[in-house]
Nanobody, 114 residues
Framework: QVQLVESGGGSVEAGGSLRLSCVKSRTIPEFYSMSWYRQTPGKQRDVIATILSNGTITYEDSVKGRFTISRVNHNMINLQMNSLKPEDTAVYYC?????????WGQGTQVTVSS
């Protein structure tokens, strides 16, 4: 089984930056996608950024130009978050899809104060 561990969450003031990391427990097959999701109380967990094994990257509109997803190596992805806003406050989850098999991290809290 693949395990995902997120790190890098914390509290910052509006306009600040954080970098989240997601580490996989082991190398996975060649074809996969990895994403960052976020969720606030009473709202659905939404995907905000995805990177495919072929390098294709997509972003949700609200984070375009501010967040950057990147592949560090075969076992780690990062989410660089700049110009943070209070509405970015949420629990952020790492997500892995390997040909339909889905894995989730436990989440890391990001809090942005005004």
């Amino acid at each position: 089984q693949v395990q995902l561990v997120e790190s890098g969450g914390g509290s910052v003031e509006a306009g600040g930056s954080l970098r989240l990391s997601c580490v996989k427990s082991r190398t996975i097959p060649e074809f996969y996608s990895m994403s960052w999701y976020r969720q606030t109380p009473g709202k659905q967990r939404d995907v905000i950024a995805t990177i495919l094994s072929n390098g294709t990257i997509t972003y949700e509109d609200s984070v375009k130009g501010r967040f950057t997803i990147s592949r560090v190596n075969h076992n780690m992805i990062n989410l660089q978050m700049n110009s943070l806003k209070p509405e970015d406050t949420a629990v952020y989850y790492c997500h892995l899809n390997v040909q339909g098999t889905v894995y989730w991290g436990q989440g890391t809290q990001v809090t942005v104060s005004s």
